[in-house]
């Protein structure tokens, strides 16, 4: 009987502290749960807003409290709910697990599996299926720390940004919930249904739909591939600029400057500081220190120390121009340059006041007051078409007024040969026939074997064939009913040594390619000639 006795005892023993214990439970569980005093005073402190049961072992473990189901967490403006947590009360934060969601002020939100949270410095960390949305922006990855003071998420080992219009990722990567401000580092890529970007560093804000370039970056679209390593392309209007020697290469062309300003919705692009533009079709590069192109209308420009060179054959091309334009049709490009225009070939070189070259002809057009050499031949007139052939001279006409001539000697010798309308033929980087119709008039001196020169042979005709062997008259072919006379050397009298509109324009001859940027005017002296009329 008394063993009966002691045990009913110890059973009411048990259930009387089961019942302490549980009333302890429940009493801190609704401690917990009470919201403080005064909210003001205490906005800096974790609070538990509600939970399904809380597990509190006083005297084992009294800094953590198991909480389990419905869990709610505020602090501020922010609330944090999870499956379950442990609360540590005493250190002011929490580790929360499953399901979790961050809440602050119903503008930012926040998920993932787990939830590493320290009130005391407003710093948050995600782990695990992690994603952040603001406004139409989501920010995906499997770590994410959120500094709530300073209002910026940053993940270190992966993640996704995506707005309403482009997809980024990268390896590190940072948002601003409050300034839009996304910066991402190293294996960065901007993916847009029109282009991609590849960067090593980049700042995007998604409001404006602006991307910094801050490094070295490729921008490949299906037209082009861009490289740059600063600037920033706005991904709403389509809109860039590009600095520090940029490059956009197309199937067709590479255009390089200091400054590119792109327009890709328009086609419109505009480089500023030592441009280059190559087109590798047409064998031409376009330099200067402006330069302006139309995707649409395939029409360029380039001023301020423009330079096209025509690189297609042996020898390249090398023509300065006030202002060098080029329109495309097809397959076919026009090249135009207008003022004070100069152009050198180790084989032959000109000047004129403006030019045009057609790849679909091939011909080189030369106006007002042309001037063009070869070797020692100098032509020139009122309009000048050069024919071209493997980017070479074959012939050149020269319309309404022409003249050639080349110098005998250093000496006041030259053969000359003028008339209405001419052409001038050419075998290799040699002149071997020119023709002339109407009104021809030549002077050529004759030589001895040891080149000694015999005399003055002056022509006059209707029309007339000159044939020449290396770089000499061969042969000449004068009709109708042709006058002329020989003058031996001595009897020449100095006002019978030039045809009337003979002009030498040596000091004008560029030298190189270099000297075609030299400034240099004709005399003003220099006789003025049009078409039929001559004046002095």
């Not at 989501?138 to 910026?152: G, K, M, P």
């Not at 500023?272 to 087109?279: A, H, L, R, T, Y």
């Not at 395939?298 to 001023?303: A, D, E, M």
Request: aromatic share 12%; net charge neutral; hydrophobic share 35%.
């Amino acid at each position: 009987m008394g063993t009966g006795k002691n045990i009913s005892g110890q059973i009411r023993h048990k259930i009387t502290l089961i019942g302490i214990l549980c009333l302890i439970v429940i009493g801190s569980l609704a401690q917990k749960l009470q919201p403080p005093a005064n909210p003001a005073q205490d906005k800096n402190r974790v609070h538990l807003e509600q939970a399904d049961s809380l597990i509190f072992n006083k005297i084992l473990n009294p800094d953590i409290q198991v909480l389990l189901g419905n869990v709610r967490f505020r602090h501020g403006s922010t609330t944090m709910d999870c499956d379950s947590a442990y609360f540590y009360d005493k250190t002011n934060s929490l580790d929360a697990f499953g399901n979790v969601e961050m809440n602050q002020a119903d503008t930012l939100f926040t998920y993932g599996n787990v939830l590493y949270y320290d009130g005391n410095r407003n710093l948050a960390r995600l782990r695990e299926n992690v994603r952040m949305e603001n406004k139409g922006v989501t920010l995906f990855t499997d770590s994410l720390n959120y500094d709530r003071i300073a209002n910026i998420g940053y993940y270190f080992d992966g993640g996704v940004i995506i707005d309403q219009e482009n997809e980024l990722s990268s390896v590190y990567g940072q948002y601003n919930p409050g300034t839009k401000i996304a910066i991402f580092n190293y294996d960065v890529r901007l993916t847009n249904p029109k282009f991609t970007l590849y960067s090593d560093t980049l700042r995007y804000n998604t409001a404006t739909g602006i991307a910094d370039i801050l490094g070295p970056s490729t921008i490949v679209t299906d037209s082009s591939v861009i490289y740059c390593t600063r600037g920033w392309y706005n991904t709403r209007t389509d809109q860039s600029e590009l600095l520090d020697r940029s490059k956009v290469v197309t199937k067709t062309q590479t255009l390089t400057g200091d400054t590119l300003k792109y327009d890709r919705k328009n086609g419109i692009g505009e480089v500023f500081g030592n441009i280059e533009m190559n087109d590798s079709v047409q064998k031409i590069i376009l330099r200067g220190e402006y330069g302006y192109h139309n995707e649409q209308t395939q029409y360029s420009f380039v001023t301020k120390k423009a330079l096209a060179i025509e690189y297609s054959g042996k020898d390249s091309l090398y023509l300065h121009a006030d202002t060098l334009k080029t329109l495309s049709d097809s397959t076919f490009k026009m090249l135009k340059a207008y003022y004070h225009v100069r152009f050198y070939r180790t084989d032959f070189q000109g000047v004129c006041d403006s030019m045009q070259y057609n790849t679909k002809d091939s011909v080189l057009r030369m106006y007002k007051d042309p001037v063009m050499w070869n070797e020692a031949y100098q032509i020139y007139g009122d309009t000048i078409l050069v024919y071209m052939s493997d980017s070479t001279p074959n012939f050149a006409h020269i319309k309404e007024f022409a003249f050639a001539a080349s110098q005998k000697d250093s000496l006041q010798h030259f053969d000359q040969l003028t008339g209405m309308d001419m052409k001038v033929y050419f075998r290799g980087r040699e002149v071997y026939k020119i023709t002339v119709d109407g009104n021809a008039e030549s002077i050529y001196y004759p030589e001895e074997n040891d080149k000694s020169l015999i005399g003055l042979n002056r022509t006059l005709s209707g029309f007339m064939d000159i044939f020449l062997t290396d770089k000499k008259i061969d042969r000449m072919i004068i009709y109708p009913a042709p006058q002329g006379s020989l003058t031996p050397v001595e009897l020449v009298k100095p006002a019978d040594l030039y045809l009337k509109s003979f002009v030498w324009f040596d000091y004008l001859r560029p030298s190189d390619k270099n000297d075609i940027f030299r400034t240099v005017k004709r005399k003003e002296d220099t006789p003025i000639y049009k078409g039929k009329r001559f004046k002095y």
